[in-house]
């Protein structure tokens, strides 16, 4: 083997060692902005879990200016209980809502496994690449969602696509929800909610829905993206508690990735290349990483006490696999106020070697960029694994 080989090789075994956490000074998870240590739950989730929050929302994501409109409306546009089959139940429901500047579609679907025992949990894909991925026909069948196989092993599998909230391009807020409820009489503020937001915001409205259905268990609903979809899947877990499971793929830049880390991505880039995904606030924070209230640790410890998963791959290095992982292990100390652990360890593990025994999830898949049948079984091992189901559970 040539000397470089070898020691890609070897890096590839190796225990990847970790910079220390005072080298980036990462904000303390449990301190608050006034100084004061948390040491409970109860302060932590009264007291600077909203704080937290908060920031977030100034700083990076923008607030949303409505939480489930008083127009939500589902139509459940049509049941085929013979699909993949006779292993699903599909249902195309139809989610409306409407503000002053007019009305809007989620078009949400849904499989729902038949041989199991009822509700079942499962997991909503927030979809970011081309429609063709997330087929209710079936006719296309892609590893980004395999819904096949997460009915199979007795998982709800439901989809929406992102665009059907805000397209994916900088127009001013002008289209999409933006344009159905930002209010025109003032000026659009610097901590009005950017697009990120406004996905994230379409997952609770999905959550709205499954809350309706008696054969979905929703207190056991994962939330899912990949890359810009798994920022929205973060910050959808943040401001919506009622997600059991938060689960971000490559998240990177503005995901679960440590911005102090300047590595791969970095803040002045993403408000440059999407200068639509976050507030306005956030371009403050361009070449200036350090001076940020937050670091992204601290979005996944939002999650806390609830399960939260972080997967990155081994040729990702624009979203930066050791800053997700080091954000997994700073996120810790929140779980622990609850006597459960995070990660459970410091040490990177070599790519294809899952870390599921603790609150927080955490796998390097080795390749590329992309959301695969990998992740996927990784994602489902982790939810039995925590929601104490089994094949049996699957009817298989
Ligand atoms: C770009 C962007 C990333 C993002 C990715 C994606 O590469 O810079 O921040 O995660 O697209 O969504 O695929």
Redesign the pocket.
């Given at each position: 083997m040539k000397p470089l080989a070898l020691t890609v090789f070897l890096a590839f075994l190796a225990p990847v060692a970790l910079a220390a956490p005072e080298d980036l000074n990462l904000p303390e998870v449990l301190k608050t902005l006034d100084g004061k240590r948390v040491t409970s739950p109860e302060a932590w989730r009264d007291g600077r879990r909203p704080e937290v929050l908060e920031l977030f929302r100034e700083f990076v994501y923008g607030r949303a200016p409505v939480g489930r409109p008083s127009s939500l409306r589902f139509e459940i546009r049509d049941t085929l209980e013979d699909f993949m089959s006779g292993d699903a139940t599909r249902k195309l429901i139809d989610i409306h809502f409407a503000g002053a500047g007019g009305r809007g579609t989620i078009h949400l679907t849904v499989f729902i496994p038949n041989k199991v025992k009822k509700p079942v949990p499962g997991f909503v894909l927030i979809c970011?690449r081309g429609r063709e991925n997330i087929d209710p026909e079936r006719k296309t069948i892609s590893g980004f969602w395999p819904a096949e196989q997460i009915v199979r092993r007795g998982y709800v599998a439901a989809t929406f696509h992102n665009s059907d909230l805000d397209p994916d391009e900088h127009d001013g807020f002008k289209n999409g929800v933006h344009g159905i409820f930002d209010r025109k009489d003032t000026e659009r503020s610097p901590d009005a909610w950017g697009t990120i937001a406004a996905w994230a915001w379409g997952a609770s409205r999905a959550m709205d829905y499954f809350e309706s259905d008696p054969d979905i268990d929703s207190s056991k609903m994962a939330v899912v993206g990949h890359?810009?979809g798994g920022?929205t899947a973060l910050w959808c877990g943040a401001e919506d508690e009622r997600f059991a499971l938060v689960i971000s793929n490559d998240?990177?830049?503005t995901?679960a990735a440590l911005a102090r880390r300047k590595s791969g991505?970095r803040v002045a880039r993403?408000n440059k290349?999407?200068p639509h995904w976050f507030c306005d606030n956030y371009k403050q924070f361009n070449d200036r990483e350090d001076e940020l209230p937050v670091d992204q640790h601290m979005l996944i410890a939002l999650m806390a006490p609830r399960l939260v998963y972080v997967a990155s791959a081994s040729e990702d290095a624009?979203?930066d696999p050791l800053g997700e992982f080091l954000a997994c292990v700073h996120a810790a100390p929140a779980y622990e106020l609850y006597g459960l652990e995070g990660l459970g360890t410091a040490i990177m593990p070599p790519p294809d070697r899952p870390i599921q025994a603790g609150h927080i999830g955490y796998h390097l898949r080795k390749g590329k960029?992309n959301l695969t049948e990998y992740d996927w079984n990784c994602y489902m091992d982790f939810a039995d694994k925590h929601w104490g189901r089994n094949i049996s559970d699957s009817g298989q």
């Open positions: 970011n890359s810009r920022k998240s990177g830049c995901g991505e993403i290349g999407f624009w979203a960029h």
